[in-house]
Nanobody, 123 residues
C-alpha cells in the first residue's frame, strides 16, 4: 500500500553534489522506515542509508558516511538523500525502499520499492 517514486539523479562531476528525492503515496507513510539502496553494473544491490519512521535513528554504509545525509519530511511524504563529495564509485542506480521495521540492511527484507534513479559521477 506504499508507492515510491525516486527523482533527482543525473550526471555530475567528481566532487559535486546531488539531492535525491523519494515521493511516497499511501495512507501510512509516516509509520514506515525508509532506506536507500544502490546497484552498480555487475554488482549486488547494497544498502546506502536508512532512517526510522520518526527520523530519530539513521544508518549509513561506511562507504558514504560523512558524505551522504538521509532525511525525511513526513508532512510531505518524502525521503531525501543529500549526496556530497561524490566519487566515480558512487555511480549506480539508486532505489528507495520501505518497510515497517528499522534496521534491515538486506534488500531482500524490504517490502516496497521504487523504480530507481540513475546517478553517474564522472572523473
Amino acid at each position: 500500500q506504499v508507492q515510491l517514486v525516486e527523482s533527482g539523479g543525473g550526471l555530475v562531476q567528481a566532487g559535486g553534489s546531488l539531492r535525491l528525492s523519494c515521493a511516497a503515496s499511501g495512507r501510512t507513510f509516516s509509520t514506515y522506515s525508509m532506506a536507500w539502496f544502490r546497484q552498480a553494473p555487475g554488482k549486488e544491490r547494497e544498502i546506502v542509508s536508512a532512517i526510522s519512521w520518526n527520523g530519530d535513528s539513521t544508518y549509513y554504509a561506511d562507504s558514504v558516511k560523512g558524505r551522504f545525509t538521509i532525511s525525511r519530511d513526513n508532512a510531505k511524504n518524502t525521503v531525501f538523500l543529500q549526496m556530497t563529495s561524490l566519487e566515480p564509485e558512487d555511480t549506480a542506480i539508486y532505489y528507495c525502499a520501505a518497510d515497517s521495521i528499522f534496521g534491515f540492511t538486506s534488500a531482500l527484507l524490504y517490502k516496497y520499492w521504487g523504480q530507481g534513479t540513475q546517478v553517474t559521477v564522472s572523473s
